[in-house]
């Protein structure tokens, strides 16, 4: 990568800077505004949602809050940087700041594919083994758990740092994942960060299907939990999460493989709106999480409600309003498991 003054030279990835006409720079533009505003407001909702509301505080919902930092972190610094190269039709803000931006990017997209699988394995140990649930999953190993995570995210994220895989893509107006920088390294980082978690994740959900299913069709076995209805939507909630990541993040994965096999007979192959098209939908896969939440989640609809009622009468910090004298009084605190092997306990 060539640093001229101040200003990277797109020369240096063998690609000059796209002239396009303006109204594709613009929809891009105000595709990443959307995305920024939504990811920002979605996620912040999200996190207050449980720092609130005491039905939300629980071992699962750690996770949560965890997925809504990462999705966070991109909005917050590479993201608006990318705006900024849009606009000025280039990179313009200077090594190091490139540098920084892929890292934070990659960083947010290992971290979430990390926390998505941590949610399925959470969701897989409290359907499939309740009884073993609040001993696997108590605060302190919840805990210790998110914190394995961002620590895998960070280790694994590092090696980019040295094998100079994090380049200014005019194409796509963004430092990121030069995917043709080192084949090797290409063809791990999409097994190890992608394709690996996503048969683990796709390994719970099957399994949880498959008690659902036995459960309805009553041939589940006796020493197995009972499901609730709100335990399944629940269940469900994420697995629209996993299933909408998996769609935004597997066109940008796969052509990043199939570069890395053949980079001389692919590259050529691919057009560049697919190219373009297939990372802008990565880069709004960020914002999606937060609105499945609220669509499809009743206590986290209701808290963004409760949120937005306290924001707008400066209440937010004052008062919370999930956990009055009232709610204190008739509520009790309930554990995980009752006597019949039921689940209780509210999260997402």
């Known amino acids: 990568m060539i640093i001229n003054g101040s200003h990277l030279n797109s020369s240096a990835t063998g690609r000059a800077e796209p002239n396009r006409p303006p109204w594709v720079t613009t929809t891009l533009g105000f595709l990443l505004i959307f995305t920024i505003v939504v990811d920002i407001l979605g996620n912040l ?31 917050i610094y590479p993201y608006p940087l990318v705006l900024t190269s849009i606009f000025h039709n280039g990179w313009n803000l200077g090594y190091m700041h490139c540098q920084i931006s892929g ?24 359907i499939c083994h309740s ?3 609040d001993k696997l999953y108590s605060d302190k190993n919840s805990v210790c758990y998110v914190l394995l995570i961002w620590a895998l995210t960070v280790v694994a994220i590092v090696p980019n740092l040295f094998v100079g895989s994090l380049q200014y893509d005019p194409r796509v107006y963004s430092c990121t994942f ?11 980082v999409v097994f190890f960060h992608f394709i690996l978690p996503m048969m683990i ?27 609730t209805p709100h335990d399944v939507r629940n269940f469900v909630t994420m697995f629209v999460v996993f299933v909408l990541f998996a769609v935004c ?22 057009p560049e709106w697919l190219f373009v098209a297939s990372y802008f939908m990565a880069y709004f896969n960020s914002c999606l999480n937060a609105i499945v939440y609220g669509v499809l989640n009743q206590n986290f609809r209701r808290e963004y409600k409760r949120i937005v009622v306290s924001v707008c009468t400066a209440r937010i910090f004052f008062q919370d309003s ?15 498991m009752t006597n019949n092997n039921q ?3 509210d999260s997402v």
């Open 322 to 336: 999930s956990n009055d004298a009232a709610e204190r009084l008739k509520s009790k605190p309930s554990p995980l």
């Open 249 to 270: 993040w597997a066109p940008l994965n796969f052509i990043g493989l199939a570069v890395a096999i053949d980079p001389d007979t692919v590259v050529p192959l691919i």
């Open 201 to 227: 994740v796709t390994y719970c959900y099957l399994r949880i299907w498959i008690l659902v299913i036995q459960v309805r069709r009553r041939v589940k076995p006796d020493n197995r939990p009972k499901l």
């Open 131 to 133: 009884l073993k649930y």
């Open 343 to 345: 689940v209780k306990v």
């Open 45 to 75: 909702l999200v996190i207050f949602s449980v720092y609130r509301n005491k039905k939300l505080r629980n071992a699962g919902n750690i996770f949560v809050v965890s997925l809504a930092v990462a999705d966070l972190v991109v909005a």
């Open 103 to 126: 890292f934070l990017m990659g960083v947010s997209v290992i971290g979430s594919i990390f926390n998505i699988t941590g949610i399925a394995i959470n969701r897989y140990c409290y």
């Open 178 to 188: 030069e995917q043709s920088a080192s084949s090797a390294y290409t063809i791990a």
